[in-house]
Every structure is written in structure tokens, then in C-alpha cells.
């Protein structure tokens, strides 16, 4: 005598209601957290307006490291990275009403540091950043030497594996910048655009070039220089 084995629908496990179950609250939690950031950021934006002293005492605990470490790897210069830094939170402080809480903090922090950084440049008579550290030109930004101990490495030792930080300290600072607000501070592609004040598909190429010269350098690193 044979016996024949119906299985019930798909539907009718309970794992599967379980499972819509947690999706939907999935996607009710992440838009709930997505409307808390949305209201962080507003509150953020009007504690800056009123010039709230203890909204600016908790951004500068909070972004402090970050900041002085982006400064480093755009001047490779200790004390000069603790010049903007000081004048970078002037400007919060002086143009927050200009934040209007519709994007990240960090994004617009950056963009105040880098145009300091820029402008400082230009007073020197130099046409601009990128002119400055191009590899194209004649003369671009000297690396220091990796044999000794640089700020870079005393800001950020054992954060990084070290043939990490070398390399990032060799290639060109156009590239550097960009792999380092990418995967450093974990902006986006877009917001990455607006502090460098660049199309999205000029950070593409970058970020594509600067981690194929880390991967060189790293190359290079890993044998002491042989080819």
C-alpha cells in the first residue's frame, strides 16, 4: 500500500510569516532610524545658529581626531594641520547657520577645513591644490621620508597596519585625499564630490588611480624598494 505525502503551501509554514514579520520590521526600523537622523541633524543645525557653546564642545569631541587627521593628510605638516584645525572650528562657529542639517556634519566640516587649506595655498601663489601635489607638474608635493617617523604615523600608529600607512604617505595627494574620505571617514561617493568640489566621475578616476598606486607602493613596500 502506498502512501502519498502532501506537503502544505509554501505559505503555510510558519517560518515564512516569521520572515515577512521581520522584514517589515526591518524597513519599519530603519525608517524610524532614518527620521531620528534626520531630526539629529536638524537639532545639530539649530544648536549651530544659536551658537550653542555645548553643541560645539560635543562636535569637537567627537570629530577632533578625524578632523586634525584629514589636516595631516593634506599638509603632512604637524603644526600647520594644528593651525587650520583651530581656525576650521572658527568657521563652525562663525557660519553655522549655513548648515542646514540636509546632509552629513563631517561632509560639510571637511569642506570648510579643505578650502582653508586651499586658500592658504593660493596666498602662496600657487594656483590650486591639485596644482600643487599633480604628479604631471614639475615639481609636486615631496613625500617625507618613510625611514623616519612622520605625523602621519604618530596620529594614526596602530589604527593601520604599517604598509598601509607608508603607502598612503608615497602616492600623490589628490589621490591620497580621496581614498582617505572614502575609507577613513566612510563618505560617499557624492559627498566626497562636494568636499572637493568635483564631479562624481572626477572622484571615480581618483579613487580608482589612488588605490591602484597604493597597491604599487604597498608593492614596493613589501620588498624594500626592489623592483
Not at 53 to 81: C, N, S
Not at 106 to 131: C, G, H, M, P, Y
Not at 147 to 157: D, E, G, Q, T
Request: glycine residues 4%; neutral net charge.
Amino acid at each position: 500500500m502506498s502512501t502519498t505525502c502532501t506537503f502544505p503551501a509554501p505559505h503555510t509554514f510558519p517560518v515564512f510569516g516569521l520572515l515577512s514579520r521581520v522584514a517589515s520590521s526591518f524597513s519599519t526600523l530603519m525608517a524610524i532610524r532614518t527620521t531620528a537622523d534626520t531630526s539629529d541633524l536638524r537639532a545639530l543645525a539649530e544648536g549651530l545658529k544659536r551658537r550653542n557653546p555645548d553643541v560645539l564642545d560635543q562636535l569637537i569631541e567627537q570629530y577632533q581626531f578625524r578632523l586634525f587627521r584629514y589636516l595631516l593628510y593634506l599638509t603632512g605638516h604637524r603644526e600647520r594641520a594644528e593651525d587650520f584645525f583651530q581656525e576650521t572650528w572658527i568657521r563652525v562657529l562663525e557660519r553655522g547657520y549655513q548648515y542646514d542639517g540636509k546632509s552629513k556634519f563631517e561632509a560639510w566640516l571637511f569642506t570648510i577645513a579643505r578650502n582653508l587649506v586651499i586658500d592658504w595655498q593660493r596666498q602662496r601663489k600657487v594656483q590650486s591644490l591639485d596644482t600643487l601635489t599633480d604628479p604631471a607638474q614639475e615639481a609636486p608635493l615631496q613625500i617625507p621620508d618613510t625611514r623616519n617617523p612622520s605625523p602621519l604615523h604618530s596620529a594614526i600608529s596602530g589604527q593601520e597596519d604599517s604598509a598601509v600607512r607608508a603607502s598612503l604617505e608615497k602616492i600623490a595627494l589628490i589621490y591620497r585625499e580621496v581614498v582617505v574620505l572614502r575609507f577613513h571617514e566612510e563618505l560617499q561617493l557624492d559627498e566626497i564630490a562636494t568636499v572637493m568640489h568635483l564631479p562624481v566621475s572626477t572622484v571615480k578616476t581618483r579613487l580608482y588611480r589612488g588605490l591602484e598606486a597604493m597597491r604599487v607602493a604597498m608593492g614596493e613596500t613589501m620588498t624594500g624598494g626592489v623592483a
